[in-house]
Nanobody
């Protein structure tokens, strides 16, 4: 079992920045991909960014050039640095992990609101 806890969401003005954190605990050695997804009201959940245990990253189209995913293995934490935020980035952001089961785990989500 893996537990994921997100933090760092909040209200930010357009053009601002936020850093989300996803702390993993439990059977973390079995995780090989950790990612961030988001879901806006009335829309499907979409991939924002993901990082493999080997450090390979991938980004959704909405995140390219503005967001950066990274990880601190010593802290078992994955970060999502979000810059140049736009109102359309407003959503609940979820941390996601895939282990070798394969089993998919989700965090509880953190709200990001971009508004003036």
């Amino acid at each position: 079992q893996v537990q994921l806890v997100e933090s760092g969401g909040g209200l930010v003005q357009p053009g601002g920045s936020l850093r989300l954190s996803c702390a993993a605990s439990g059977s973390i050695a079995s995780i090989y991909v950790t990612g961030w997804y988001r879901q806006a009201p009335g829309k499907q959940r979409e991939l924002v960014a993901a990082i493999t245990s080997g450090g390979t990253t991938t980004y959704g189209d909405s995140a390219k050039g503005r967001f950066t995913i990274s990880r601190d293995s010593a802290k078992n934490t994955v970060y999502l640095q979000m810059n140049s935020l736009k109102p359309e980035d407003t959503a609940v952001y979820y941390c996601n992990a895939l282990d070798t089961g394969p089993v998919v785990y989700w965090g509880q989500g953190t709200q990001v609101t971009v508004s003036s």
